[in-house]
């Protein structure tokens, strides 16, 4: 989940979407779990990165954007429960 938001959050940004919390904390909390866990955190962005690549190719770029600008907005909010 974190890495989904951390690449969806990178998008939004470029795409001028205020969010209360930005792709860096998303990462911040990427590079915990991977601490934490030994999970691979890059590879876990990468496989997120390929999941909206093939989203846009199933589903269309316009509608895959969108989603992926809503997904930031829901990332958002679980950031702010995270953080409280």
Known sequence: ??????????I???SE?????GSADWLGLV???EQ???LDGE???????????KRARVMGADEARNHML?????CDRE??????
């Open 43 to 53: 590879k876990a962005i990468q496989t997120a990165k390929a999941k909206y690549n």
């Open 17 to 21: 979407v205020n969010l209360n919390y």
């Open 70 to 74: 809503k997904r930031a907005r829901d």
């Open 1 to 10: 989940m974190s890495a989904g938001c951390a690449y969806v959050v990178s």
């Open 36 to 38: 934490r866990t030994g």
């Open 12 to 14: 939004a940004e470029g």
């Open 31 to 33: 590079r915990i779990i």
């Open 79 to 84: 950031m702010a429960v995270i953080q409280s």
